[in-house]
């Protein structure tokens, strides 16, 4: 099923990087109605997926279960607000890495991340789980050498255009 992002792209900037954390990267949102539903899309800029794909092979996915949601499974304001810096450090927990979605629905916010063949997902999951004991987060890691998955959803949801 196709869809298209629907109001404004807002731009704002938070942490994340390919090999050093900037903090300039401009990031892009944007919503989509999903099973009647909002979904709420971040991105950077369309990175280089063919680059890219050779240097950072394994898709890292971090799940949060957010605490306090409306309705519409959207975090409520002030909760959202407080995530911030958690965010910022799942964004960069891989310093060798790059993120390239947080989408927020149904009660959780998703996270991916494309990094190294030898990432050590157990480190950065203990450093996050310290940082945040309360968080309840959920880490899968899996091979995705052609970036099959960021390829699929950026066509699925039209938010990288091609080129």
Sequence with gaps: MKYHLT????LTSIIMAAEQPKKDTTWFTGEVQHEGFPLLLRFPKKPDFDTLQI????????THQLEKVKPSGLPEAD???????MDQDIITSFPAGIAVLVETFGGRRTYYIYTTASATVEE??????TKYPKARLEWKASDDP????IRGYSEDYHFYKKG
């Design 55 to 62: 240097q950072y092979p394994r898709l890292v996915i971090v």
């Design 146 to 149: 052609n970036w099959r998955l």
């Design 7 to 10: 109001g404004a792209l807002l």
């Design 124 to 129: 950065a999951k203990r450093k996050i789980a």
């Design 79 to 85: 909760y959202n607000d407080s995530l911030e810096d």
